[in-house]
């Protein structure tokens, strides 16, 4: 079955969680996601970065989702793996925490 969430404001690009399991506390505040976790996102030129782990925090108050575990982050050719991850869904960015490493194809 799976877990789908997807998130936005006007004027910024969309987001679009989705994994094996979730769960989340009462008042909505703090959800967890859990076996193949795919986060992608479309901006305005509707190019989309996906990323995958196993295991994602994702916190509603501050609109911030992290990761300890292992991260893939793909945009068109290029691809990044690295460890630990954290993403503002607000401002569109993410950080990546340590090994961090790259490939991108012309």
């Known amino acids: 079955t799976g877990v789908r969430l997807d998130y936005g404001a006007p004027g910024q690009g969309r987001w679009n969680l989705s994994s094996d399991r979730g769960e989340v506390t009462l008042?909505?505040?703090d959800i967890r996601l859990s076996g193949n976790v795919s986060i992608?996102?479309?901006s305005?030129?509707?190019a989309m970065t996906r990323l995958r782990t196993q295991?994602?925090?994702l916190d509603a108050l501050t609109h911030r989702a992290s990761t300890?575990?292992?991260v893939v982050l793909q945009r068109g050719s290029g691809?990044?793996?690295a460890?630990?991850?954290s993403v503002d869904l607000i401002a569109g960015t993410v950080a990546l925490e340590s090994g961090v490493n790259g490939h991108?194809?012309?």
């Open 68 to 70: 300890a575990g292992r």
């Open 27 to 29: 008042d909505w505040s």
């Open 104 to 106: 991108f194809a012309p």
């Open 40 to 42: 992608e996102y479309t």
């Open 79 to 81: 691809l990044i793996e």
């Open 55 to 57: 295991a994602l925090a």
């Open 44 to 46: 305005g030129d509707n």
């Open 83 to 85: 460890t630990g991850m």
